[in-house]
């Protein structure tokens, strides 16, 4: 049984003795280079996009950052005037000499802090509006700069 198990294995060896001494034809070589070398030039796409992706996002988070610092800078000063014109109008309340100059006292201040509200209302319609517009835009270029390959 084992000169038979050795015979039928033999047709096997020789096989893959003769696969071993094979040779591999010049042109299934060079398909092999050029598929790797494309793939690799994919691959270095594909990273140099993420990469303008990651900046973009950069950018954006960045100038996230820079407004929400111009608010919370531009709501402490809204609150400091406040603070201010309130002592100023207790200071010109208590110099009043009669209930109707408190009175008109208090008018002027109410009318005067209605102006500087209405005023900071329009501030913030026009500066959200710009931010809004700014922000459109710069995600806009952003979008086009990471899609880009040119830029």
Known sequence: MTTETNTAFDGFKDAFKNIQNLEVPEAAREFVKK??????DRAAEVFAGSERVTAAIENAVTGSVTEVGKISRNIQQAIYQDAEAFFAGIDKLASAKSINEAVQIQSDMLRTR??????????????????????????????????????
């Open 114 to 151: 209605g102006e500087v509200f209405v005023s900071r209302a329009k501030a913030t319609t026009d500066y959200l509006g710009k931010l809004a517009a700014d922000g459109a835009k710069s995600a806009q270029d952003n979008f086009a700069k990471a899609y880009n390959k040119t830029a």
């Open 35 to 40: 598929s790797a070398n494309t793939a690799k």
